[in-house]
């Protein structure tokens, strides 16, 4: 099976779940969405009312500036993949638990098994704790880092602050803009030291 049956496989899997109580006011599993080669993989918190209707990652407000953030670096989503650490919408768009969180996790792992990207873009404090529990987003945007995983091997990753949260916050904006731009020369090193 190529990376791309074996995604479709496994959200075929990952529809019919219901592990946790997430699932019961969902409409539906949202898997992820992009392309299964992609060398970057942007990992967000839990989907909202929009993603839950249509059943992509990214679709509302925040989607559209990461549109355009991609845009800004000559990206398009079809080049890069993009799913949750939760798959299922919380209800009223709180966080998702960590349980929750928990329980989703073994189906992030086989996407990432699957993808096997250059790169781990965490977007959020949520995505970035599920990886490094210790990590403040404060300190840790805009750095590349490198961690070790049972079942992952070693990881290069890349913390960004929330395109929701900087939505409405001017200065934090800023700093997700710049993070952003750094995107491309990240890549550039990671691939000259392989
Ligand atoms: N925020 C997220 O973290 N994920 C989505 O899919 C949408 C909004």
Same mark, same amino acid.
């Given at each position: 099976? /190529?990376?791309?049956?074996? &995604?479709?496989?496994? /959200?075929?899997?990952?529809?019919?779940?219901?592990?946790?109580?997430?699932?019961?006011?969902? +409409?539906?599993?949202?898997?992820? +969405?992009?392309?299964? =080669?992609?060398?970057? *993989?942007?990992?967000?918190?839990?989907?909202?009312?929009?993603?839950?209707?249509?059943? #992509?990652?990214?679709?509302?407000?925040?989607?559209?500036?990461?549109?355009?953030? &991609?845009?800004?670096?000559?990206?398009?989503?079809?080049?890069? $993949?993009?799913? @949750? #650490?939760?798959?299922?919408?919380?209800?009223? @768009?709180? =966080?998702? &638990?960590?349980?929750?969180?928990?329980?989703?996790?073994?189906?992030?792992?086989?996407?990432?098994?699957?993808?096997?990207?250059?790169?781990?873009?965490?977007?959020?404090? %949520?995505?970035? /704790?599920?990886?490094?529990?210790?990590?403040?987003?404060?300190?840790? %945007?805009?750095?590349?880092?490198?961690?070790?995983?049972? /079942? *992952?091997?070693?990881? $290069?990753? $890349?913390?960004? $602050?929330?395109?929701?949260?900087?939505?409405? @916050?001017?200065? *934090?904006?800023? #700093? &997700?803009?710049?993070?952003?731009?750094?995107?491309?020369?990240?890549?550039?090193?990671?691939?000259?030291?392989?």
């Amino acid at each position: 099976m /190529n990376k791309e049956e074996q &995604l479709q496989k496994l /959200n075929t899997e990952m529809s019919a779940c219901s592990k946790c109580a997430l699932r019961c006011g969902a +409409s539906r599993v949202v898997a992820g +969405s992009g392309s299964a =080669d992609a060398q970057i *993989m942007f990992i967000g918190e839990a989907p909202g009312k929009k993603e839950d209707e249509l059943g #992509v990652p990214f679709v509302g407000a925040a989607g559209k500036f990461l549109d355009e953030m &991609l845009a800004s670096i000559k990206l398009k989503r079809q080049d890069i $993949y993009i799913a @949750n #650490v939760a798959k299922c919408r919380p209800p009223e @768009n709180r =966080d998702p &638990l960590p349980e929750e969180i928990k329980e989703c996790w073994p189906w992030l792992e086989q996407q990432i098994q699957i993808i096997d990207p250059k790169i781990i873009i965490t977007l959020g404090r %949520h995505s970035l /704790n599920r990886f490094h529990p210790e990590a403040k987003i404060s300190q840790t %945007h805009g750095v590349l880092f490198e961690k070790t995983f049972p /079942n *992952m091997g070693a990881r $290069y990753f $890349y913390a960004l $602050y929330h395109p929701a949260a900087a939505l409405y @916050n001017g200065s *934090m904006r800023e #700093v &997700l803009k710049k993070d952003f731009a750094k995107i491309p020369l990240i890549l550039k090193k990671i691939k000259k030291e392989q």
